[in-house]
C-alpha cells in the first residue's frame, strides 16, 4: 500500500513593489530605496501559491541597508528646515518683545532694535504698530516665553544660541541702560539654551563692545 502526502501550509514572501529616493535618515543623503512588502502566502509542496495577508511593509537604503518605516518616504527635509526657521523667527521675536518688557519701560529705540533684529536675522519685516500688538498679546499670553526657547534648544547649534543672546543683547543696550532686570532676564534665557554663566558673558561682552551705530553689523 501506498501513501501519498500533502504537505501544506504558510510562509512569508517578500516583493519590492516600488522603488525610489528618499531622504535616508541613517546616511544623513538622499539615496535610492526598495520599498519591501512581506506577505503570507499558502503554499502546496512549499511553493507559495495564494496570497493572504500582508506582513509588514518598509523601507530599505540601497546605500547602507538600514530599514525604516514606510512613513520616511513623506519626510522632507528642506520643508522640515523651513518649517523650523519659521517657529525660530517667532521664537527670538518673542523674547525680544520680552526683553524689551523686562525693565518695565518701552522706547522707540527698542522698537526699532527689534524691527532691525527682526529683519536682520530671517527678513521678518514688522512695523512699530505690529511691535506694539506683539506687546498687548506678551502681557496677557500666560505661555512663557521660556518654555518656546527650551523646546527649541535641541535644534539650535552653539552658534544659533549665540544669536538668540546676541539679538536680545541689542534690544537691551538700545535705551542705553542695560539694567538688572534684563540681565536676569537674559540669563533666563542663556540657561534654558543650555548656555554657561561664562559663555553669555562671552556673548553680551562682544555686543557692548560694538559701536552703537554698528551693532547690528
Partial sequence: MSFMFIIFGTRGVTSTPDRGSF???QCGLQCSYALKSVRRFFTLYFIPLIPLDKLSEYVECDSCKGTFNSGVLSFD???EREAFLAEFQVAVRDILVQMMLADGEISDDEVE?????CADIGGLRLSPDDIH????????????VIGTVRRHTPML???GKETVIRAAT???LADGDFDKSEQNFLGEVGRALEMS???IRGVVSDVIQLPRNGADA
Fill in 23 to 25: 531622504h535616508c535618515p
Fill in 77 to 79: 527635509p528642506a520643508a
Fill in 113 to 117: 532694535a527689534i524691527r532691525m533684529v
Fill in 133 to 144: 500688538a506683539l506687546v498687548d498679546q506678551a502681557r496677557t499670553n500666560t505661555e512663557s
Fill in 157 to 159: 547649534n552653539a552658534s
Fill in 170 to 172: 541689542i534690544v537691551a
Fill in 197 to 199: 554663566n561664562a559663555h
